[in-house]
T-cell receptor, first 113, second 119 residues
Framework: SQELEQSPQSLIVQEGKNLTINCTSS?????LYWYKQKYGEGLIFLMM?????EEKSHEKITAKLDEKKQQSSLHITASQPSHAGIYLC?????????????FGKGTTLSVSS | GAVVSQHPSWVICKSGTSVKIECRSL??????MFWYRQFPKQSLMLMAT?????????EQGVEKDKFLINHASLTLSTLTVTSAHPEDSSFYIC???????????????FGQGTRLTVV
């Protein structure tokens, strides 16, 4: 069963619009990671969240982890064509150091100009 | 920052042959590395955990005799797809985490991925 639910599966937005991607787990997240990927390429690290209520921003991208540490959102402000790609949330759910991340199914973002 | 290098980035092989993919941690020692597989428009699925100096741990449903993993040094893990068939065509990507500091939640670094096409 999928332990990380990511929504929406795909998203098409007009350039300049804001958007939000969600990642939800039924288990406590010991660490939540957001990556961006272009199809067939490696992962680009965006942000890592660890503490309940934590929020981080980089340029026009903001990520939050809720207080219960079971849900995270990624928000892009004033989207640009360069934001297009696949966004993946990955998580530590084992609570042990150095374990593999599990991933959501990804959100494919298209930005129309 | 830490970098994980994966090679080759793409490979085409004939059905029945074997293909080796290398994953190197360039500036930290990785006692554990992870191999994922990604089908088109799907997420990364963990295949196995590669342990330096010991046997790899495979996820349920992954054939250990087909996907041979060797982690002979602290900076290199290899994945060999044996007797490859067209259904093995996929995107394979490795990952490593620097746990040398003892901090639990460290960034996971990913290789560039390998696009395998079996014809």
């Amino acid at each position: 069963s999928q332990e990380l639910e990511q929504s929406p599966q795909s998203l098409i937005v007009q350039e300049g619009k804001n958007l939000t991607i969600n990642c939800t787990s039924s288990k406590t997240l010991y660490g939540l990671y957001w990556y961006k990927q272009k199809y067939g390429e490696g992962l680009i690290f965006l942000m890592m969240l660890q503490k309940g209520g934590e929020e981080k921003s980089h340029e026009k991208i903001t990520a939050k982890l809720d207080e219960k540490k079971q849900q995270s959102s990624l928000h892009i402000t004033a989207s640009q064509p360069s934001h297009a790609g696949i966004y993946l949330c990955g998580a530590d759910i084992g609570g042990q150091a150095g374990t593999a991340l599990i991933f959501g199914k990804g959100t494919t973002l298209s930005v129309s100009s | 920052g830490a970098v994980v290098s994966q090679h080759p980035s793409w490979v085409i092989c004939k059905s029945g042959t074997s293909v080796k993919i290398e994953c190197r941690s360039l500036d930290f020692q990785a006692t554990t590395m992870f191999w994922y597989r990604q089908f088109p428009k799907q997420s990364l699925m963990l295949m196995a955990t590669s342990n330096e100096g010991s046997k790899a741990t495979y996820e349920q449903g992954v054939e250990k005799d087909k996907f041979l993993i060797n982690h002979a040094s602290l900076t290199l893990s290899t994945l060999t797809v044996t007797s490859a068939h067209p259904e093995d065509s996929s995107f394979y990507i490795c990952s490593a985490r620097d746990v040398g500091t003892g901090i639990m939640n460290t960034e996971a670094f990913f290789g560039q991925g390998t696009r395998l096409t079996v014809v």
